[in-house]
């Protein structure tokens, strides 16, 4: 532990720390999505490939796939703070993740199903706690928070835009594993960073166990320090059942219809989540009830946006690659764009709200909300027509994709970056923690989604190459609603943003 003394000088303003976070999430986000950006079509083309429902089955799993991801950092985060501490977990959802890549290389069904559950209970670890790292490292009130989560975010994109064009590359020119253990030795490159880290004692005392009571405290006989570990990998093979209650193993039929395990677990715990916000809404002060009331309807607008734009990783990625003339990446490949164009916006948007801030022009919360709902839903607008220039074989030019990804990227950038703050100034203090969780938990609910729509838009066939004409008027016509249900929900917003103004109070 290093002494006030021994305390790390600042590189660029920050502390050192911030770097060795920076490197360490570019690498896991490099791992992370140049997995994603494979697993959809890997699952079509060679998973499922005997299938003529190899869209359904493919949708069902991704979706539950990220439902688990999102859901797991509720429980990561919870053994972080009262057990483990920051660095024991970011360690080991670094191992369980690197595992379940490299897992995922190996050509095998199961191995298939075991690794999506390494990378989900890692992840569970990893991701909610490195982030909260990254806020440790500041004292309260220090002013280079904010832009220090920003140099942190920016990682975070470069690991999204860099990882599809080189795993989806290497995966076109040597075959599906090669890619997918790129994604592993990216994030073997992200823990080398954060070890070094540790060593270099650059994070001071931070991310440390709260204390070495919890970590001796026996469970099961053996202290917690050791059994959670071992708890984490047991749980694995839970989650690839769970995963796999849909596919091959049940000859792509499932005793729950078009459902799998984790469709029905997420409905329950969706029902119980509902009956108690009607309890916090009832037990709440006219004022709290009034700021919560908002914050519940920011979390759901956020959850419908999320789903739309988790498309990318499934619908759109299959879009890409059947109906669209790529000549500069594959379908793949196209995963990079979003986190492309968020790299090249963010900075200019961040000063248009700092200038329109400065001419207290700065649209509140629910305007941006709206705004942003509307941007997506004119991404798949644009989407929707591309098949008005397509050719005899049923492909359309790339500049729609682009176009989309763009204005996704803005609606995204209208959004994200202020939802989660806006939770904790709208929540009373004593459910601020329960509020975040549910939060969390609406992404993976935006993964539910994702599924319901990918099954819509799902092309049964017995070609395993189907594509073209065939299933451009599925994806356009769908693209249509989803673009009309978004426009919808933004200006839904918009007209009923003068009311949740007054709901929000002296909140922002």
């Given at each position: ?7 790390p ?12 976070l ?6 896991e ?6 997995m ?8 079509v083309?060679?998973?499922f ?12 799993v991704?979706a539950?796939?990220?439902?688990l991801?999102?859901a797991?950092t ?22 369980l993740?690197?595992l ?8 095998n ?6 690794a ?33 989560f920003?140099?942190f ?5 470069i690991g999204?835009?860099v ?25 073997l490159?992200?823990?080398?960073f ?23 405290k ?23 059942f ?9 000859n792509?039929e ?16 969706g ?6 916000l009607?309890?916090?809404l ?22 419908i946006f999320?789903g ?11 879009f890409?690659?059947?109906n ?16 492309m ?7 200019p ?35 929707s ?18 176009i ?13 970056p202020?939802g ?6 709208l929540?009373?203090?004593r459910?601020?923690?329960f ?5 969390f938990?609406?992404?993976a ?10 099954k ?9 190459n189907?594509g ?14 989803i ?9 839904l917003v918009?007209i ?12 922002h």
């Amino acid at each position: 532990m290093t002494t006030p003394s021994q305390t790390p000088k600042d590189i660029l303003g920050h502390p050192q720390g911030l770097f060795y976070l920076f490197f360490a999430e570019l690498w896991e986000r490099f791992s992370f999505y140049g997995m994603r950006a494979l697993l959809t079509l890997y699952m079509v083309n060679k998973i499922f490939e005997a299938l003529s429902t190899r869209d359904v089955a493919a949708a069902a799993v991704y979706a539950s796939y990220g439902s688990l991801v999102y859901a797991s950092t509720v429980i990561g985060g919870k053994i972080s703070d009262t057990t483990l501490g920051l660095r024991r977990s970011i360690f080991l959802g670094g191992v369980l993740m690197s595992l379940g890549h490299f897992v995922l290389a190996v050509d095998n069904t199961y191995a298939f199903y075991l690794a999506l559950g390494l990378i989900v209970v890692g992840n569970g670890f990893f991701k909610p706690n490195i982030s909260t790292f990254v806020g440790s490292l500041y004292k309260e009130g220090d002013m280079r928070k904010d832009s220090g989560f920003t140099i942190f975010y920016m990682g975070i994109n470069i690991g999204g835009w860099v990882a599809p064009l080189l795993c989806g590359w290497l995966a076109a020119t040597y075959g599906w594993h090669y890619g997918f253990g790129l994604a592993g030795f990216g994030m073997l490159l992200g823990l080398a960073f954060f070890w070094n880290g540790i060593k270099r004692q650059v994070f001071g005392s931070e991310g440390l166990p709260p204390s070495q009571e919890a970590i001796d405290k026996p469970l099961l006989g053996v202290s917690q320090g050791k059994m959670i570990p071992v708890l984490a990998f047991l749980a694995a093979p839970v989650i690839a059942f769970l995963l796999s209650s849909y596919g091959p193993f049940m000859n792509g039929e499932t005793i729950l219809g078009d459902q799998n395990l984790v469709n029905i677990i997420f409905k329950g715990i969706g029902i119980v989540i509902l009956f108690y916000l009607a309890k916090v809404l009832i037990d709440a002060t006219i004022e709290e009830r009034k700021k919560l009331i908002v914050a519940i309807l920011i979390t759901f607008f956020m959850t419908i946006f999320w789903g739309f734009h988790e498309l990318s990783g499934s619908v759109i990625t299959l879009f890409a690659a059947r109906n669209v003339n790529l000549s500069l990446m594959d379908a793949a490949q196209t995963n990079s764009l979003n986190s492309m164009f968020i790299i090249i916006l963010a900075i200019p948007i961040s000063l248009m709200w700092a200038y329109l801030a400065k001419t207290k022009r700065n649209p509140r919360t629910p305007y941006k909300f709206g705004l942003g709902l509307l941007f997506a839903g004119l991404s798949f607008y644009i989407l929707s027509i591309s098949g008005l220039q397509a050719d005899e074989n049923g492909m359309v030019p790339f500049s729609y994709l682009l176009i989309m990804y763009f204005m996704l990227s803005i609606g995204e950038l209208f959004m994200s970056p202020v939802g989660l703050s806006k939770i904790t100034d709208l929540s009373p203090k004593r459910i601020v923690a329960f509020m975040m969780g549910i939060w969390f938990l609406s992404s993976a609910y935006a993964f539910q989604v994702v599924g319901f729509i990918s099954k819509e838009l799902a092309v049964e066939s017995d070609n395993a190459n189907v594509g073209g004409l065939e299933t451009l008027t599925v994806y356009t016509d769908g693209f249509e609603l989803i673009a009309m249900y978004s426009i919808g929900a933004g200006v839904l917003v918009l007209i009923a943003s003068p009311f949740i103004k007054k709901l929000m109070g002296n909140v922002h």
